[in-house]
């Protein structure tokens, strides 16, 4: 069924507020963002204690409710319940915009079911901030968020991206960030990144180069990072012919089939295994 929401027709009416809290400069809350926080009922937030300190220094005193990704069904819930009687509630994060790797969705899928409105309060965002200092191309892109901390699933994620032919923006921790270059440079190949840190307080800094580049620099650097990359390069694009014939070329050579479609299909929208399926497939017809 379609839901048809006109936010600003009802202004007593019970609503979600979903409010963006500042990622280090405080002068960044807007007039707008501390209104909607003055008008709460309610100020659901990931850390009361981080939440309440931030509270306290714009000096705003409203009832606090956990609601992080451990509690989202349970707190989901009671904030519905809250919506019912008639509150209205504001929806922050420790930094930056709810829901944008942060909990929340659960959350507003089930306000808009239940017919309340939920109304986007517009501030701090770190991945635009990157992005549109990187020096890249922001005009086509896509927020991807966190990688997985594994290096292995990591990888199957990059694996399924390096074909993207659009700017990509990524959440990286300090602790994580060489041996995620170090997979992004593998399977993207070494293209040309920026990665930003501390944004919008006095230690900011972004770092443009290529993955080699930043990656001998980048292991004491402290703060939560976002890394832009560029996309994948249409002109370079390597047709699936072109890829088995040097793979093919790399087994005439002495390389082992599977090697040679591995270091093959590098820099390709192609896997491992549809170019060594390919490669079988010659030598079966020869």
Known sequence: MMNRQKSFENPAAPALFLVPTPIGNLQEVSPRARAALEEADVIACEDTRNSGQLLKTLDI??????????????????????????????????????????????LVREAVQAGFAVVPVSGPNAALDALVASGLDPVHFMFY???????????????????FPYTMIFYEAPHRIDKMLEDMKTVFGDRRICLARELTKLHEEFLRGTISEILEVCTDLKGEMVVVVEGCSLEDEKTLDEVVDMAMQLAAEGMKPKAAAAKACQDSGFSKNEVYQEMMRRKDKE
Do not use: M, Q, W
């Open 145 to 163: 968020g966190f990688l997985d901390a594994k290096s292995t699933k990591r990888l199957r994620e990059l694996e399924g991206l390096k074909s």
């Open 61 to 106: 005193r409203k009832p606090l409710i956990a609601h992080h990704e451990y509690n989202a069904s349970a707190s989901s819930k009671g904030i519905l319940k809250l919506l019912e009687e008639g509150k209205k509630v504001a929806v922050i994060s420790d930094a930056g915009y709810p829901l944008i790797s942060d909990p929340g969705s659960e």
